[in-house]
């Protein structure tokens, strides 16, 4: 399975944007990045995800290198509410069935100060 | 609409004893995933099911963890002889039927289960 690895912590001020980056070098073709938050003592919680091209939503954006074997998670203005613990997470796809496992790594612990 | 309920919220035990966690997901969710969190560690995998298909088993630690779900929809973990070791909260998530990439998974908020 591919392995995800990210920085322990990250300090990020108020109203800047928050660039969260992880390594997973042993990514396969057809195997998705996903990333989640998790608020202190809540269930982990759907940011963004994408496959090789960059992608943005309303909560953040993602960069995906051109080799994927790594990508970037950027919270555009950070707040203070955006204080959690951000998973990098790779979808392994069960070739049989074609249905998926995600594989969640330890996780970036990101503090907006204010 | 309702999200994935877990049931109890907190459970204390005593090592030793056997114990069983509750996951309601999404109505209509036809995958379900069970986690295991430890204190100020990352989400370990446990457990997973898809429809009617034989489940993923790969991530229980030992024979003492177990699972079912019922008729496609509720699904219970249960953990027997509880060990210290076994303290964490357990995540259950669901995910819509779909084999493409945009279905994600909604988590539920946990059971934090302490051993004595």
């Known amino acids: 399975d591919a392995k995800t690895t990210q920085p322990p912590s990250m300090d990020c001020a108020e109203g800047r944007a928050a660039n969260l980056p992880c390594n997973h070098s042993t990514i396969s073709g057809n195997e998705y990045v996903y990333w989640y938050r998790q608020i202190h003592s809540q269930g982990p919680q759907y940011i963004i995800h994408?496959?090789?091209n960059n992608e943005t939503n309303e909560m953040a954006s993602l960069i995906i290198t051109e080799d994927r074997k790594s990508s970037t998670l950027i919270l555009p203005h950070a707040t203070l509410r955006d204080t959690a613990v951000y998973y990098c997470?790779?979808?392994?796809?069960?070739?049989?069935?074609?249905?998926?496992?995600?594989?969640f790594g330890t996780g970036t612990r990101l503090k907006v100060l204010a | 609409g309702a999200g994935v309920s877990q049931s109890p919220s907190n459970k204390v035990t005593e090592k030793g004893k056997d114990v069983e966690l509750r996951c309601d997901p999404i109505?209509?969710?036809?995958?379900l995933y069970w986690y295991r969190q430890s204190l100020g560690q990352g989400l370990e995998f446990l457990i997973y099911?898809?429809?009617?298909?034989?489940?993923?088993k790969s991530g229980l630690p030992s024979d003492r963890f177990s699972a079912e779900r019922t008729g496609g929809s509720v699904s219970t973990l249960t953990i027997q002889r509880t060990q210290q070791e076994d303290s964490a909260v357990y995540l259950c998530a669901s995910r819509p039927t779909s084999t493409g990439p945009r279905e994600t998974q909604y988590f539920g908020p946990g059971t934090r289960l302490l051993v004595l």
């Open positions: 099911f898809q429809g009617n298909s034989a489940p993923d």
């Open positions: 109505s209509g969710h036809t995958a």
């Open positions: 997470i790779v979808r392994v796809a069960y070739t049989t069935s074609g249905t998926y496992k995600y594989i």
């Open positions: 994408g496959l090789k």
